[in-house]
């Protein structure tokens, strides 16, 4: 097997941090005047994600995402190095990471596939509702994790589906693998093939070591491919996931119809059943949101129509994601000897980043919540345009 | 049982602007109205040591964070018997707000028409005070925004800062953060606007309350009884209902609202086009 795994080692890799030169560092983290070590470390954190937001900007991107997640169910995921255990750290993670991820991404799909005992199975299929996933997600709590994982399996399954999903979606695969092997039952290196002639991207969030065939999926299919080193690396990991990524090239664009359906506030409209409750307990009232083409009732949006198929979305949904559209510009950062106040909290700080539109300075802190979650500057909102 | 009470950081966002229906009218209302903001602030702190409190004036300038101030002006007068922060609070808002209402007179006096007066930056002064919630978050817990204004807040307003509404309104959500209206019209052009304001979709969207009020004289009651328990505390109270609003798409082509479009795949709803307008 090993010899079937093993891939021509491409010029462009730098070798593995084992072999290159001895790195000092911790020489980088330095003590403040008071003596601590704290500040010196948020400044590296803050620099790597200022890095990021600028390594997003000016690229056309997947908005419409069907994304796999594949998690490995295998023996290794018992082991206790990330807390309380690989699987349980993994499973509430994913669980918070499906929250957040149909708040950024309205019209995107999900579906979830485990692999234990050499096989895989499928726990939900693949959809925009994320209360069938989190259901689907909390029976995984209870499952033993058993056997070795197969990849291959896996990818064939998501592949299965994803290749009949129409071209001006973003296609790709989340594999989270705390194994160090897979036991495929034929040549994985045909798959990935095929997985990159089809455009799906597929990404590796390794729990373990760094695991060669995975770094080879990663790379073929233009995915990233990360080993966490703790929980909270892991969480960014997988956090990093929640923006939509670039389109491809061959990704073409399209018109998708969908519907905007009228809200019924009680005793407004007239009692009937949802649609999506139908099958256990049975919701009667007179509220609710109404399909604009078939009229049947759902509860809560987005949904995808099970009469008519209608995408039923509201238009905060949208607008949710116009955010990634006109995204903030950087902010460029300067030391200043005397202090400023920063113009959104108020304090003094030494160093403060500075918005090209309207000068205003910011602290850190404050740059960072504007570019990562407000994505609006209050500077030029606060400032009326000629 | 809670034993020790939850304290709360308060952004209180107040609309300067000068078309305000209150400050045309004759001075006696808009006093009343103030009166009544400062009152809500200091019960705000009364309820508990802890609470924090921000007040943000918006105005069509610029915003201004007029309380806390870093640097105190003429001293501490205090009135014998009364808490000191409470003077405090009461005096640097007054202050404040009277040098940007004159600012604001001034510009209005400028404009020659009732279309040209602009609109205040309130989606900026939301944005400062998300800042502010999200520096002081540590220290309480929970934070909420309330905005006052006596704005003649209709559908057309804040169009053009639509797009900075919906960030902060998407952020407060995130953060958990409430965020309520209370709009002040007087009685003459109160008149039954079913068209949703922006302002309505933001109170909607973070689960506050949303409130039109024609009496000014009983502003305060409303303020203290709606806008002041926090969230935990609203859940027990029997509070005005909020209708949920349906928030209809409008197609790009023709700014119509419309029930079922077409949406681009890449840029999302930019290219909405009409097929069937019902």
């Not at chain 1, 039952?185 to 991207?201: G, H, K, M, W």
């Not at chain 1, 905007?260 to 506030?265: D, L, M």
């Not at chain 2, 509070?239 to 840029?267: E, M, W």
Request: hydrophobic share 35%.
């Amino acid at each position: 097997m090993a010899n079937a795994l093993r891939v021509d080692l491409d010029e462009e890799h730098k070798g593995y941090r084992w072999e290159t030169e001895y790195e000092r560092s911790w020489e980088a983290i330095r003590e403040n005047e008071h003596g601590l070590l704290q500040p010196s470390v948020d400044d590296i954190v803050n620099k790597a994600k200022r890095k990021r937001i600028q390594d997003r900007r000016k690229m056309r991107l997947g908005m419409m995402r069907h994304l796999y997640i594949v998690i490995d169910m295998s023996e290794s995921m018992h082991e206790h190095d990330y807390k309380p255990s690989r699987i349980r750290c993994c499973l509430t993670l994913v669980q918070n990471f499906l929250k957040d991820f149909f708040d950024m991404n309205p019209i995107s799909q999900i579906g979830i596939i485990i692999t234990r005992n050499k096989r895989r199975e499928k726990i939900s299929e693949l959809s925009g509702n994320p209360k069938a996933h989190l259901e689907a997600l909390k029976k995984l709590f209870d499952i033993e994790c058993v056997g070795e994982p197969s990849l291959q399996n896996c990818l064939e399954s998501a592949l299965d589906t994803l290749k009949h999903m129409p071209s001006h979606t973003s296609k790709e695969v989340l594999v989270i693998f705390g194994s160090l092997t897979t036991c495929d039952p034929s040549d994985i290196n045909q798959t990935i093939e095929v997985l990159a002639a089809r455009n799906v991207r597929c990404s590796v969030i390794g729990l373990a070591a760094e695991v060669r065939i995975c770094h080879s999926l990663a790379k073929q299919t233009k995915g990233t491919y990360n080993v966490a080193l703790d929980e909270s690396h892991l969480k960014d990991l997988l956090y990093d996931h929640l923006n939509p990524p670039p389109a491809t090239a061959n990704t073409e664009s399209s018109l998708i119809r969908m519907g905007f359906p009228q809200y019924y506030n009680e005793d407004e409209g007239k009692p009937s059943m949802c649609v999506c409750h139908l099958s256990n307990n049975v919701n009667f009232s007179t509220s609710g949101y109404f399909c604009p083409q078939c009229n049947s009732k759902y509860c809560e949006l987005p949904v995808e129509c099970q009469v008519c198929g209608l995408t039923l979305v509201s238009s905060t949904h949208l607008s949710r994601s116009y955010h990634h559209l006109f995204p903030v510009d950087m902010f460029t950062v300067n030391e200043y000897a005397n202090g400023v106040i920063c113009f959104g909290c108020q304090i003094e700080t030494k160093t403060a980043a500075q918005c090209e539109h309207c000068s205003n300075l910011f602290c850190i802190d404050c740059d960072l919540f504007i570019h990562e979650s407000m994505h609006l500057c209050p500077g030029c909102a606060s400032r009326r345009l000629q | 049982m809670e034993t020790s009470e939850q304290s709360t950081h308060l952004v209180v966002v107040i609309d300067v602007l000068p078309t305000t229906a209150l400050l045309l009218d004759d001075g006696t209302l808009y006093e009343k109205w103030l009166n009544a903001i400062i009152a809500f602030c200091n019960s705000h702190l009364l309820l508990n040591a802890n609470n924090k409190l921000t007040v943000i004036a918006t105005g069509c300038e610029h915003n201004t964070i007029i309380y806390p101030v870093d640097r105190e002006e003429n001293g501490n007068e205090t009135i014998p018997g009364q808490y000191p922060l409470f003077s405090t609070v009461t005096r640097v808002i007054c202050s404040q707000i009277k040098q940007l209402v004159s600012k604001a007179r001034y510009s209005l006096e400028k404009a020659e028409r009732a279309e040209d007066i602009p609109q205040s930056l309130m989606a900026g002064a939301i944005g400062i005070g998300l800042l502010k919630i999200n520096r002081l978050k540590s220290e309480v817990d929970s934070s909420r925004v309330a905005i006052v204004t006596a704005c003649n807040d209709n559908s057309t307003l804040f169009n053009s800062q639509y797009m900075n509404f919906m960030n902060v309104f998407f952020t407060a959500q995130k953060m958990n953060v409430v965020v309520d209206a209370c709009i002040a019209v007087s009685n003459n052009n109160y008149e039954q606007d079913i068209n949703l304001s922006i302002l309505q979709q933001g109170c909607d969207l973070t689960n506050g309350l949303y409130l039109k009020i024609s009496n000014v004289s009983a502003f305060l009651e409303y303020l203290l009884w709606t806008l002041l328990p926090d969230a935990e505390t609203r859940k027990k109270l029997l509070l005005p209902t909020q209708k949920k609003i349906s928030y209809k798409a409008a197609c790009f082509c023709h700014r119509n609202l419309i029930d079922i479009g077409y949406v681009c795949s890449v840029c999302l709803s930019s290219e909405l086009i009409t097929t069937k307008t019902q």
